[in-house]
């Protein structure tokens, strides 16, 4: 089994807290060229995914997306729990966890994919041939995502974590954009306290650092 993953990136950042979270160790490889913002053509020429993250189980089966590698492994380790053990469990942490990915996620991504001279041409993350960059998808991700910062402002208000009292998948990628979004300059505004110490708790978590 090997988990593909690239520097710093937010994605597979998801893969590598839950994890972390779980107490379970993968081999790991960078898809990336090094000192590029690419992927290695090998790895993207391995399969139709041609993302990170990427598990790859021994017998070759592929398994794309962040969330998908997680559920993969909590089916296998349902303890602890980071998806939910009930129906309303279940339910709301999958419901913040959409979120955080569609609102948070996706708002960063369209700013930073359409603003950064490295990604000309490569407007969309994974897709071949030319995706030209759209300009005025900059101040609308940041719009979508200063939207979600305020969401989760209001939500943190009176839920210790993003689903409730338990710490979850929900607040993983929620710390993966945040995180993200602040190293490449689009960082939520001063004055959201609730999201400031929700960031402050899942910060300390030593899964954190991964
Ligand atoms: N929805 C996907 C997003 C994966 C994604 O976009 N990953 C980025 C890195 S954060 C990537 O593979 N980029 C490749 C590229 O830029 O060509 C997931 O949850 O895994």
Not at 146 to 160: P, S, T, V
Request: hydrophobic fraction near 40%; proline fraction near 6%; aromatic fraction near 8%.
């Amino acid at each position: 089994m090997k988990l593909y993953v690239w520097g710093v990136a937010p994605n597979p950042r998801r893969v590598k807290i839950y994890l972390a979270e779980k107490g379970l160790s993968v081999p790991i490889e960078d898809a990336g060229i090094p000192d590029q913002a690419a992927l290695k053509p090998e790895f993207l020429e391995g399969g139709p995914h041609r993302r990170v993250p990427l598990l790859v189980l021994d017998d070759g089966t592929q398994i794309g997306e962040a969330m998908a590698i997680c559920r993969y492994f909590e089916t296998l380790n349902p303890e602890p729990s980071l998806m939910g053990t009930d129906a309303l469990e279940r339910a709301t942490i999958e419901m913040w966890e959409r979120t955080a990915d569609n609102d948070g996620m996706n708002a960063v991504a369209e700013f930073f994919r359409n603003s950064r001279k490295a990604f000309i041409g490569r407007g969309l993350s994974g897709m071949p041939g030319t995706v030209e960059q759209i300009p005025g998808l900059v101040e609308r991700g940041k719009q979508r995502l200063g939207w979600w910062y305020e969401k989760m402002d209001r939500r943190l208000a009176d839920h210790e974590f993003i689903a409730g009292k338990k710490y979850s998948v929900a607040d993983i990628t929620a710390l993966c954009v945040f995180d993200f979004a602040k190293r490449v300059g689009a960082e939520a505004p001063a004055g959201l306290a609730n999201l400031a110490r929700w960031h402050a708790t899942v910060s300390a978590r030593p899964s954190a650092k991964a």
